[in-house]
């Protein structure tokens, strides 16, 4: 399932779901990001898992803990301190207004 959007605590939230049990991944550190490319190095197949829910063992060609992907995810996209802090400012200021 990947990335989605769900209604929580009266707001929407973007949620990692587990492509294994289909429920929310809470704590990035407690999941990984398994992945297949292609013999010329194309993305397959992508998919978030629990840690406790990965058994699919050898099936996947590359795999990395959540949280390292989250990481570098955010420097692949631009997100630097400054942008990170203006978005941060900008969420408090949401949250106050949406209170």
């Not at 292609?38 to 099936?59: P, Q």
């Not at 390292?68 to 301190?81: A, D, Q, S, V, Y």
């Amino acid at each position: 399932m990947g990335i989605t959007i769900a209604w929580d605590n009266g707001r929407f939230c973007p949620k990692v779901i587990c492509d294994v049990c289909n429920r929310a991944i809470d704590d990035a550190s407690d999941a990984n990001v398994g992945f297949v490319m292609s013999e010329d190095m194309e993305l397959i197949t992508l998919a978030y898992v629990h840690k406790k829910c990965d058994e699919s063992g050898n099936e996947r060609s590359w795999w990395t803990q959540l949280d390292e992907f989250l990481i570098r995810l955010k420097h692949n996209t631009g997100l630097t301190p400054e942008k990170e802090e203006k978005a941060k400012e900008s969420m408090r200021f949401l949250d106050e207004v949406f209170s």
